[in-house]
């Protein structure tokens, strides 16, 4: 036999007992343990004292109504009773004995308190219709009614001895108080289960066991009340179950309970707590298995709180992730509209330096040309001036031939001055002579003169000529000037075009790239690769050539290493196939 196998009593369990109510300052029994608070059924009105087993019905036949308002109507001429009879015996015992100063205040002490009756009696009745009975509100009814009670009695009493028709003329006096409050408390049950049809109702317990037995019935009384018992032979079924296993307790240890272990002690322990036997002997066992289950319960709390971190760091991450991305796109298409802005910039100061060197080229062949024109134009002046001093030098070179022809005849004349008088030397011949000397010496410094004439005239000739020559090389070299400035502009033109073909073909390259990756899902280590090869193609294919510090710029990575990770797989993506 063991713990749970005693002898059945002589009253079977109710096999539907419902575990006791708890109340107020009870301890709290362990949760999900049955027969326990959660489990106990409703807590009955303490208006409740019916003797039946049964419910009322819900509503009422139309006989059960005019018996109703009958009632109501017989009760409210008893309330008019008994305040017209005890008014006057209140009020005129408060004036005589309570030393109130005038009648008039007894009286109004007499209406103050049959008025606050009437009032509490009517909240509690009102209360208990809409199902939401006050339960203490009765006592100061009860107490007021008391005290009607004692100063009807008291205003009855006899001023000497008292006789046995005074005893009973001052209990005659609180005959009507009693009957009234008596009603009242009636109609307060009866309105709790008309407007609760439902509520479960608790029997009572018969007088003669009052009689024979108080103390135990008092005990009884008092477990009924505290744990919600509403059943007096389920009550006394656990009685019988309590002192059947204490007995089969004393016959396993052979009359020695304090040899029992504490769970089989459980029992007699529990029992004033409203616990069956049944329920004290499984409680080790349930709060075991409660405490396993809270157990259980957090642990899986703490799992499922680290899973919903898990997820939650997961979905940061993924959340920071997709912001980088974005960020990665957002910069990839700055970038790519950067350096597209920058070779069309660099494209424009190409062409513009290209063009403003040309055009100084042109300004300065057309000003070298006008320098030189200007040139040409002195040396021709000059040229005028030579023809002038040349026209000067045949003038001088006619005067030295007559000159000469002067010798001639100065010769002749020496000859036949020489002739006449060849040994006679006068004075004039010396002179002639010498004067002859004179003009051959004028003569030959006259024709000095006009050989360098021709020379400087030859000179200005040839530098005439070169003067043409070089004006002629220079209005070639402003009309070569000129078309080279023409073919600069148009080659700066078709390659503003070239350079726009290819920002669109690019742009739209790495648009469709971009799509090809959206629609891959790619990570961002997947797209970086990706743009470092097409950037590998835009510099001809070869991986060698493309610098770091452009895929750090690109890509904005500070380390060098990892650049030429992203080199080193777009180039491996790029053998493995690899076209944008």
Do not use: C
């Not at 309330?79 to 005038?102: C, N, P, T």
């Not at 009884?220 to 019988?240: A, C």
């Not at 030098?393 to 100065?410: H, M, P, S, V």
């Amino acid at each position: 036999m063991t713990i749970t196998d005693w002898p059945r009593t002589a009253a079977e369990p109710d096999p539907d007992t419902s575990a006791p109510a708890a109340v107020s300052g009870t301890p709290q029994p362990v949760s999900r343990t049955p027969g326990i608070v959660s489990e106990t059924t409703e807590f009955i009105s303490e208006t409740e004292s019916g003797t039946g087993t049964g419910t009322s019905p819900a509503k009422l036949t139309g006989t059960q109504k005019w018996t109703a308002a009958a009632i109501v109507i017989a009760a409210l001429a008893l309330a008019g009773i008994g305040l017209y009879l005890s008014f006057e015996h209140v009020a005129d015992f408060a004036f005589k004995q309570l030393r109130f100063e005038s009648k008039g205040k007894g009286q109004l002490f007499a209406v103050g308190v049959d008025v606050g009756i009437m009032v509490m009696i009517a909240v509690d009745l009102l209360m208990a219709w809409l199902k939401r009975p006050i339960s203490w509100i009765r006592y100061p009814v009860w107490l007021l009614t008391g005290a009607t009670v004692v100063l009807n009695a008291a205003s009855g009493a006899p001023e000497g001895a008292w006789k046995l028709l005074d005893y009973v003329a001052a209990g005659a006096h609180g005959v009507v108080p009693i009957l009234f409050i008596t009603v009242v408390e009636l109609g307060r049950t009866a309105i709790d289960r008309v407007v609760r049809p439902d509520q479960a109702e608790r029997d009572s317990i018969p007088m003669l066991r009052w009689v024979l037995a108080p103390v135990a019935t008092a005990r009884i009384f008092r477990r009924m009340r505290l744990w919600g018992v509403t059943s007096y032979p389920e009550m006394i079924r656990r009685d019988q179950q309590l002192i059947a296993y204490e007995q089969w307790l004393k016959r396993k240890h052979k009359g020695d309970i304090s040899k029992a272990s504490e769970d089989e002690l459980l029992p007699m322990k529990m029992a004033p707590y409203g616990y069956t036997v049944d329920q004290a002997l499984a409680m080790p066992d349930e709060q075991e298995q409660a405490a396993q289950e809270r157990e259980e319960e957090a642990e899986r709390r703490r799992l499922d709180a680290e899973t919903r971190s898990e997820v939650a760091k997961a979905a940061s991450e993924a959340e920071r992730l997709r912001a980088k991305g974005k960020v990665e796109a957002v910069r990839a298409e700055v970038d790519g509209q950067t350096g597209q802005a920058r070779a069309h910039a660099r494209a424009q100061v190409s062409a513009a330096e290209r063009a403003a060197e040309l055009e100084e080229a042109a300004l300065e062949t057309a000003v070298i040309a006008e320098a030189r024109a200007r040139e040409a134009e002195a040396e021709r002046k000059e040229a005028q001036e030579r023809e002038a001093k040349a026209e000067a030098d045949l003038r001088t070179a006619e005067l030295e031939r007559q000159a000469a022809e002067k010798r001639k005849e100065a010769a002749e004349a020496d000859r036949v001055a020489a002739a006449e008088a060849q040994a006679i030397e006068t004075q004039a011949i010396a002179e002639a002579r010498e004067a002859a000397a004179e003009a051959n010496r004028r003569a030959a410094e006259t024709e000095r003169a006009a050989a360098e004439t021709r020379r400087a005239a030859a000179e200005t000739r040839r530098a005439a000529a070169e003067a043409d020559r070089k004006t002629a090389e220079a209005v070639r070299l402003q009309e070569v000037a000129l078309a080279d400035a023409a073919r600069v502009m148009k080659e700066a033109a078709e390659a503003e075009r070239a350079a726009a073909e290819t920002r669109r073909a690019a742009a739209e390259l790495e648009r469709r790239a971009v799509e090809a990756e959206d629609a891959a899902k790619l990570k961002p280590r997947e797209r970086a690769v990706r743009k470092v090869a097409r950037m590998i193609l835009a510099v001809g294919g070869n991986a060698n050539v493309l610098p770091l510090a452009d895929i750090q710029h690109e890509l904005a990575v500070t380390s060098p290493g990892t650049a030429s990770e992203y080199r080193q797989e777009a180039a491996e993506l790029l053998a493995s196939g690899y076209r944008p």
